[in-house]
């Protein structure tokens, strides 16, 4: 087996490296369809944009993998969604849809944890328990080598994408990445009035245009310091 070419990274099977790896997904190497390979990384960069940025891996060839949890009936049920860290994942729309649920939302960071006894951060679609959704969008599948999560943050797993669209309970979905939504224009500055309201012409000490006016003498006459019209 040859190890893949990917960033800066050394990459190693990972199936000699266990201290690696989450408890769930050594476990479950043996039964993967292909190679995997892991490489060490820094916790603090385990974030995809971090991770990429610092060791060179496209973003292309990373994928993330999210827990989502569904509301039907009035039970609450977990899948994972599997998509390129280029698109987000059709939670509200084609998850909800495929699965049947009323409502879908990602499940909060504490119920990922507890659920797949992996490091957040570190979620992966290897080792996820058994009777557990995956969808794996299309474009994950067709990619080879793709990286995803060890279950840990010290480290990164990277299998051909027919790996991951082999796993139980794994369903290839066309569609299920969406591109990323568009950042949200600031609201356009209202051009700032070059005067008041109620500034006018009429009422702010004019010169009266009638000569006979009563105010006329007084405006004329009134000391230098009170400045000019």
């Known amino acids: 087996m040859t190890a893949p070419t990917l960033g800066t990274l050394t990459w190693l099977p990972a199936g000699d490296r266990p201290d690696l790896l989450g408890a769930p997904v050594s476990a479950a190497l043996p ?16 974030d995809t944009a971090a991770f ?15 827990v989502v949890a569904t509301r039907r009936a009035g039970q609450t049920s977990l899948a994972a969604c599997v998509v390129l860290a280029t698109t987000r994942a059709d939670v509200n729309g084609l998850v909800r849809r495929h699965l049947g649920a009323r409502k879908a939302s990602f499940a909060p960071q504490d119920v990922a944890v507890a659920e797949t006894g992996m490091a957040y951060g570190g979620i992966t679609p290897i080792g996820l328990p058994p009777g557990l959704p995956v969808l794996v969008d299309a474009a994950v599948a067709a990619a080879d080598p793709v990286v995803v999560g060890s279950g840990t943050r010290g480290s990164k797993i990277a299998v051909s994408g027919k790996v991951l669209a082999a796993l139980p309970g794994a369903e290839v979905l066309d569609g299920l990445g969406l591109p990323p939504a568009p950042p949200s224009e600031p609201a356009a500055a209202q051009p700032r009035p ?10 702010w000490g004019e010169r009266p245009a009638d000569p006979d006016d009563r105010d006329r003498r007084y405006l004329e006459d009134r000391p230098p310091h009170w400045g000019s019209d």
Do not use: F
Not at 31 to 46: K, M, N, Q, R, T
Not at 52 to 66: F, G, I, K, Q, R
């Open 31 to 46: 039964s993967l369809s292909g190679p995997a390979w892991v490489a060490e990384i820094d916790d603090d960069l385990a």
């Open 194 to 203: 070059s005067r008041a309201p109620d500034d006018s012409d009429v009422g």
């Open 52 to 66: 990429t940025e610092a060791y060179e891996v496209p973003l292309t060839a990373s994928a993330n993998c999210v």
